[in-house]
């Protein structure tokens, strides 16, 4: 999507907060990578430059297999800015949510004041401005759950988003419905510790819980467009299956 104001104004705070990190002259690697190919695509322009295909893999890799975290807070802020318009999310990485969980990979509760509060906001800028934006350009869900990774409350949020009367922003709430019963129905154990779904579980009840029904039946009667009917009966009528087991590790 296109940053507006508010939006345009938290990602450049990003590109402030983090622009003492210098670009790295070298990269660390596993023997699998090529951190001199990697970071020849990575320095052929401005930072502010770089598109997606540039960073490419690097996102993805980033910390795990290649260079430190010093390192990818220099690219952060246009991995960030690429994630917002959508053309960063066809790798690895750089979607809202795996961006998020390679942030919180990088320690991100130990990071300075400035740089957290600016991560946060940014994020928090690009969901409320999603939920204003049509389904087909953004997931306004994708957002939300990025700063649940981050470990950023969010039950101030969800209200917020229960009072909003938009149907754009109730559309898009039905769209979170829909996703989370399938993400449901198709469990699948965590990778990892089952910790990382603690702060998850208490938005997955949430999500199928009286509140949000009741919103989603009110927004039946504003709704005079067949796709967006038939988007919204399917969170209505999607039986919303239990919360997975597996989950809880």
Request: charged share 25%; net charge negative; with cysteine.
């Amino acid at each position: 999507m296109t940053p507006e104001p508010d939006l345009q104004t938290a990602l450049d705070a990003v590109y402030a907060a983090f622009r003492h990190y210098s670009r790295p002259g070298t990269l660390e690697a596993a023997p699998t990578r090529d951190p001199k190919r990697v970071l020849a695509r990575l320095s052929a322009r401005n930072l502010a430059e770089l598109t997606s295909d540039d960073i490419n893999g690097y996102m993805g890799w980033a910390m795990t297999t290649i260079g430190g975290v010093n390192d990818y807070k220099h690219f952060l802020p246009r991995i960030l800015e690429l994630a917002v318009q959508g053309t960063g999310r066809v790798h690895v990485g750089g979607d809202p949510e795996s961006l998020a969980g390679k942030i919180a990979y990088g320690e991100f509760s130990d990071w300075p004041a400035d740089e957290r509060a600016a991560i946060v906001t940014a994020f928090d800028a690009a969901w409320r401005q999603a939920l204003r934006t049509s389904l087909e350009e953004e997931e306004a869900e994708d957002w939300l759950r990025g700063l649940i990774t981050l470990g950023e409350p969010i039950q101030t949020r969800l209200t917020a988003w229960l009072e909003t009367s938009a149907p754009l922003a109730g559309l898009h709430l039905a769209d979170a419905v829909c996703s989370e019963i399938l993400r449901r129905k198709d469990a699948r154990p965590p990778f990892g510790s089952s910790d990382e779904y603690v702060p998850y579980e208490a938005y997955s009840a949430w999500l199928a819980g009286p509140s949000v029904r009741e919103r989603l039946e009110c927004l039946a009667s504003e709704i005079d467009d067949d796709e967006e009917a038939w988007r919204l009966r399917q969170a209505l009528d999607g039986p919303m299956p239990p919360y997975p087991e597996v989950w809880r590790g």
